[in-house]
């Protein structure tokens, strides 16, 4: 048995005007909660710290830049280090990354339970589009704002066991979870901040969104045979509802956690990394089963071709 | 709108005992069905034609082959064909078959509506072992009796779209769908035997069973933009039982029909393949957001590999 006590610490919206300190204050809250409830690891969500700001389009870098964090631990988050080492928890979140040659990431990060920085993961899969987009009902301007990650899918030695990130559109692709499974990985830990309306499509409504968001994780754990905890940020945000639906999921497919508000909420589950051995030895055996000569065009083509037979 | 009226033709199960004709005899009642609910393609089980025969060991290769075809049509399927001709339905099953070459092979084939099979398969992810095994409730002999299949995935031109085939255990594997996905797939076509206790564990019976492969056929649909028919040979085979749950997914991921009963059953839906074309443009999109860089292991790695990060 490897035991990780896990909190999804689910956030809800984040305004426009609310100040870092002020979010890191509600995020400080439920360490606090997960610490009582005897968490050892800490989940929140994809851009925890802001509002998700590429639902507006800029152009001034300035402002775009003020979404953004140039350090990591900065002045504000500073007091979420502090907290977790005061209670031994590691923690993951989102967050929008400058980095010191001023390239910009959606990233997260993953600390151990001294508060250090052991990984890093910046989003791959950007959703969305780079000019406004007049025939949306609202913006994604995520491939404006951020570059595709250039870190690849790391899975980390953490916890007892073997860590994976990714982030929010990453979990609908298949490709994301594979990668990590190839690298042993036992639990991947991901954030979403996902509109409860598709912006092309009106009558795709929440219980639609919360449908896929559930699907992807549940394949995603169980064709990996990994442990997956995502976390929304949730409720409306400037106006804007975005889906909660935060859940842990075990590696034989199952919720066994879920959140049931769109508020800051914590769900916790005492994970053992050993479930993950039954799959990863039989029915998932990837070293018996998998049959890459027949894989070719999944990595040699990006798109569509029409040629194939 | 581009229409495809599809039948699930759900099998019960073929006891040792049963001819070829007898079972034939069963289809062709299912195409009768199906002719007058209007289908222009049916879609039967994977071992349409015999029992689920890797359930035992066997040595003499006289043994193992009579439960093989070694030419299609042939005297007991010829009547299958024409059937199929006569109401101008298009039809795809699978059945052992046997090479000239003498290679054995678990295959499906996908006919025009005139009875011409214009497409072949080969199953590629053969599940089970190739030695007898005491530690299992019961044997599952696939990689023993049959090669991996060498014709790849191909998607054909038919019904007015794109049409793949996959076969049972292939269904759980994410590469399956995406290797047809590359290639615009609009509709997969599988059948399977899926015994309703995991061999290896006696704890996962058939409500997990059925979980599960609703699960791998709703995420293998949504994340490719692609109607997925699932039909089963179910119901108790010479004493052992087999899942039923065949459905017809649509392109969001959404079951629209489903088998109730373990037993011979038709379930019918009318199909249009534009309904994949939302998903292709939009969040599925494969050449504005898939990111074959970061893929690489998933082609150039056949097992896990610890030394990922």
């Keep these: 048995m490897r035991k990780v006590v896990v909190g999804g610490a689910q956030l809800g919206p984040n305004q426009k005007t609310d100040s870092r300190a002020r979010i890191v204050e509600r995020m400080l809250v439920l360490l606090d909660q997960a610490n009582s409830s005897g968490c050892t690891l800490v989940v929140f969500p994809e851009l925890a710290l802001t509002t998700f700001f590429p639902r507006w389009f800029m152009e001034k870098q300035s402002e775009i830049d003020q979404w953004f964090e140039a350090s990591m631990p900065g002045p504000d988050t500073q007091p979420l280090f502090d907290r977790a080492r005061l209670h031994n928890i590691a923690i993951s979140f989102g967050y ?107 009558t795709e409504g929440p219980e639609d969104r919360l449908f896929h968001n559930a699907l992807v994780m549940q394949s995603g754990a169980y064709q990996n045979s990994s442990w997956v905890v995502g976390v929304a940020k949730a409720g409306i945000e400037d106006g804007f509802p975005l889906i909660g639906g935060s859940m842990i999921v075990n590696p034989d497919g199952r919720i066994v956690a879920a959140a049931t508000t769109e508020d800051d909420e914590l769900i916790v589950h005492d994970c053992d990394l050993d479930e993950c051995n039954f799959g990863k030895e039989t029915i998932f055996n990837f070293s018996r089963h998998r049959r890459i000569e027949h894989y070719g065009i999944i990595t040699s083509q990006v798109g569509v071709l029409n040629g194939g037979d």
Excluded at 104 to 115: C, E, K, M, P
Excluded at 134 to 155: A, N
Excluded at 160 to 165: E, N
């Design 96 to 202: 929008a990354e400058l980095t010191p040659d001023g390239l910009h990431y959606n990233t997260s990060i993953l600390t151990d339970q001294q508060g250090n920085i052991i990984a890093r993961y910046r989003k791959i899969h950007l959703p969305g589009h780079s000019e406004f987009d007049s025939s949306r009902d609202f913006q994604h301007l995520e491939k404006r704002y951020f570059l595709p990650g250039d870190l690849g899918f790391p899975v980390t030695q953490a916890m007892g066991g073997r860590i994976g990130m990714c982030i929010c559109n990453d979990r609908r692709w298949p490709e994301t979870y594979r990668v990590m499974g190839l690298q042993g990985v036992e639990m991947i830990l991901l954030g979403y901040n996902t509109p409860s309306f598709n912006s092309q499509k009106v």
